[in-house]
T-cell receptor, first 113, second 115 residues
Framework: GENVEQHPSTLSVQEGDSAVIKCTYS??????FPWYKQELGKRPQLIID?????GEKKDQRIAVTLNKTAKHFSLHITETQPEDSAVYFCAASLSGANSKLTFGKGITLSVRP | NAGVTQTPKFRILKIGQSMTLQCAQD?????MYWYRQDPGMGLKLIYYSVGAGITDKGEVPNGYNVSRSTTEDFPLRLELAAPSQTSVYFCASSYSGTSGRETQYFGPGTRLLVL
């Protein structure tokens, strides 16, 4: 089955700096890669996703890049703010019938004011 | 729309007791999922359903059972609760069709403590 890994487990940045979180996946057939943000005590919420037919997707301060050859994808957050502090989960799945997401263990991002 | 709702929010069980975690969605999603989240361990899939009357095991199904009699509801049953089932349980739903939309929407979670 699919295996998704995230490194590092924690990341601390200064407010205003950029943060990059990387994930690797094992199944070359996976074609859907979402990122979820989970604030303390809250539910995970989708912040951005990408499909394997594109290499990059942006939404305001966040972007995701995908390298299918190397089987990794990254979340980029620019101009970080304290409210960006949260746990970020990446996931991978094969689209279509019976699709199931495999999640990474999550990265705790801390933005220092 | 209320989205995905879960009850109860918090529950303490004694070892060997049973309970049902309720989950409902009003988005007419065909897929529903149950995850457990242990500290620092991400989300593990327990069971999922692709439609009413159809369920399948996920990564960690032992000690749990599910049913899906309607599109809206997907209860998770714990039989003979064990301390290892202490966790936060999230229900999620998504629509998977020809458009390929697979965004999963999560409920607020149920925190379960087994003593």
């Amino acid at each position: 089955g699919e295996n998704v890994e995230q490194h590092p487990s924690t990341l601390s940045v200064q407010e205003g700096d950029s943060a990059v979180i990387k994930c690797t996946y094992s199944d070359s057939a996976s074609n859907y890669f979402p990122w979820y943000k989970q604030e303390l005590g809250k539910r995970p919420q989708l912040i951005i996703d990408i499909r394997s037919n594109v290499g990059e997707k942006k939404d305001q301060r966040i972007a995701v890049t995908l390298n299918k050859t190397a089987k990794h994808f990254s979340l980029h957050i620019t101009e970080t703010q304290p409210e960006d502090s949260a746990v970020y989960f990446c996931a991978a799945s094969l689209s279509g019938a019976n699709s199931k997401l495999t999640f990474g263990k999550g990265i705790t991002l801390s933005v220092r004011p | 729309n209320a989205g995905v709702t879960q009850t109860p929010k918090f529950r303490i069980l004694k070892i060997g007791q049973s309970m049902t975690l309720q989950c409902a969605q009003d988005m007419n999603h065909n897929y529903m999922y149950w995850y457990r989240q242990d500290p620092g361990m991400g989300l593990k899939l327990i069971y999922y359903s692709v439609g009413a009357g159809i369920t399948d095991k996920g990564e960690v199904p032992n000690g749990y059972n599910v049913s899906r009699s309607t599109t809206e509801d997907f209860p998770l049953r714990l039989e003979l609760a064990a301390p290892s089932q202490t966790s936060v349980y999230f229900c999620a739903s998504s629509y998977s069709g020809t458009s390929g939309r697979e965004t999963q929407y999560f409920g607020p979670g149920t925190r379960l403590l087994v003593l």
